[in-house]
């Protein structure tokens, strides 16, 4: 999964929950050397609102939903957060007090992309993208970007990384726990129930799944990647957020 962020806010309508923001600029180089194209997006496109950080991927449910429409320069969120639920009224009026200071990322799917020179650099233009999700984030990287109401877009940047980060401590603390158990039934001539070890195999599992996924991060890019090299490094990336996820639900 990758991302794009955006700052800034602006409620269209408190009462029902109501955003409109700026999610992308056009013909502008952000800080991932993309460069989005005018007719990237589809007007009328479908768009889901993410929970506060993109944590629906990790499984939280989704807090609204929007469409897309675009003019000559930018492409903007029409969403609606979902009022009559707790997490979607909690995570509207949380967007609503954090006003300026709140950021926005969305979810980038490439469905057709190109290399090539843009103002004296090498970047990736992003000719076609298909339906995505947008996420208010703590920080985000977008280029000219700003809510007209309420905006968001997702991707892989430092906020997952923290999420994985925040898994590990779960998973070290688990295998902490395991240790102390196992020890003790030790003492008294027992070993782990099957239960447990059956569940510490799934553990072993996923954490293999990760030590495989950041060595092909590791290896993957040059300085300059080709695209192929892009293409490896994100499909590992995106197995390894997903391995955490399953570990953090295990």
Same mark, same amino acid.
């Given at each position: 999964? $990758?991302?794009? !962020?955006?700052?800034?806010?602006?409620?269209?309508?408190?009462?029902?929950?109501?955003?409109?923001? /700026?999610?992308? !600029?056009?013909?502008?180089?952000?800080?991932?050397?993309?460069?989005?194209?005018?007719?990237?997006?589809?007007?009328?496109?479908?768009?889901?609102?993410?929970?506060?950080?993109?944590?629906?991927?990790?499984?939280?449910?989704?807090?609204?939903?929007?469409? /897309?429409?675009?003019?000559? !320069?930018?492409?903007?969120?029409?969403?609606?957060?979902?009022? +009559?639920?707790?997490?979607? *009224? +909690?995570?509207?009026? !949380?967007?609503?007090?954090?006003? @300026?200071?709140? @950021?926005?990322?969305?979810?980038?799917?490439? =469905?057709?992309?190109?290399?090539?020179?843009?103002?004296?650099?090498?970047?990736?233009?992003?000719? $076609?993208?298909?339906?995505?999700?947008?996420?208010?984030?703590?920080?985000?990287?977008?280029?000219?970007?700003?809510?007209?109401?309420?905006?968001?877009?997702?991707?892989? =940047?430092?906020?997952?990384?923290?999420?994985?980060?925040?898994?590990?401590?779960?998973?070290?603390?688990?295998?902490?726990?395991?240790?102390?158990?196992?020890?003790?039934?030790?003492?008294?001539?027992?070993?782990?129930?099957?239960?447990?070890?059956?569940? =510490?195999?799934?553990?072993?599992?996923?954490?293999?799944?990760? *030590?495989?996924?950041?060595? *092909?991060?590791?290896? *993957?890019?040059?300085?300059?990647?080709?695209?192929? +090299?892009?293409?490896?490094?994100?499909?590992?990336?995106?197995?390894?957020?997903?391995?955490?996820?399953?570990?953090?639900?295990?």
């Amino acid at each position: 999964m $990758q991302v794009k !962020t955006l700052r800034g806010v602006e409620i269209k309508d408190i009462d029902k929950g109501t955003v409109e923001a /700026v999610f992308s !600029t056009f013909n502008v180089i952000d800080s991932d050397r993309d460069v989005t194209l005018p007719g990237a997006f589809t007007d009328g496109a479908k768009w889901k609102i993410s929970a506060y950080g993109h944590r629906s991927w990790m499984g939280a449910l989704p807090v609204g939903k929007g469409t /897309v429409r675009t003019t000559g !320069t930018e492409a903007i969120l029409e969403g609606q957060f979902f009022m +009559d639920t707790q997490h979607g *009224a +909690d995570t509207f009026r !949380t967007v609503k007090a954090m006003g @300026e200071l709140q @950021e926005w990322s969305y979810s980038v799917h490439p =469905l057709k992309e190109s290399y090539g020179e843009f103002e004296g650099q090498h970047v990736r233009f992003l000719e $076609q993208l298909g339906p995505g999700e947008v996420s208010p984030v703590l920080a985000g990287a977008g280029i000219g970007t700003r809510t007209l109401a309420a905006k968001s877009d997702g991707g892989l =940047l430092l906020h997952e990384i923290e999420e994985a980060l925040a898994a590990m401590d779960v998973v070290d603390g688990a295998l902490s726990s395991a240790s102390r158990v196992g020890a003790l039934r030790a003492e008294r001539g027992k070993s782990l129930s099957r239960v447990n070890v059956d569940a =510490l195999g799934r553990l072993g599992g996923e954490l293999r799944r990760l *030590a495989e996924a950041y060595a *092909a991060l590791k290896t *993957a890019p040059d300085p300059d990647p080709e695209p192929e +090299d892009d293409d490896l490094a994100e499909q590992a990336a995106r197995e390894y957020l997903r391995a955490v996820a399953r570990t953090r639900r295990a």
